[in-house]
Nanobody, 119 residues
Framework: QVELVESGGGLVQAGGSLRLSCAASGRTLSNYDMGWFRQAPGKERELVAA????????NYADSVLGRFTISRDSVKKTLYLQMNSLQPEDTAVYYCASRRRGVPMFNYWGQGTQVTVSS
């Protein structure tokens, strides 16, 4: 069982930055892919960024490419999302998720953290 707890959300002005963290408890995450998703009001949840179990591969949504950076610290069992040049359209609840290596769907989820970007 993997438990995920996000933190670092808040209110920021357009152009500002935030760093989200996701602390994992339970078993080691060395064999787990990790990802950040977000869901804005009235919209479906979307993948923002993902990082492989080894940390050697990342992928990003086109809308955040070049502005957001995903990283992980396997020793601390923590996932990060550095968000720069934030825009109002980035406003959403951000969720941390994980899946065991080889599993197609993310099946462990955090409770979410709100990010609000004012114009």
């Amino acid at each position: 069982q993997v438990e995920l707890v996000e933190s670092g959300g808040g209110l920021v002005q357009a152009g500002g930055s935030l760093r989200l963290s996701c602390a994992a408890s339970g078993r080691t995450l060395s064999n787990y892919d990790m990802g950040w998703f977000r869901q804005a009001p009235g919209k479906e949840r979307e993948l923002v960024a993902a990082i492989s179990w080894s940390g050697g591969s990342t992928n990003y949504a086109d809308s955040v490419l070049g502005r957001f950076t995903i990283s992980r610290d396997s020793v601390k069992k923590t996932l990060y999302l550095q968000m720069n040049s934030l825009q109002p359209e980035d406003t959403a609840v951000y969720y941390c998720a994980s899946r065991r290596r080889g599993v197609p769907m993310f099946n462990y989820w955090g409770q979410g953290t709100q990010v609000t970007v004012s114009s």
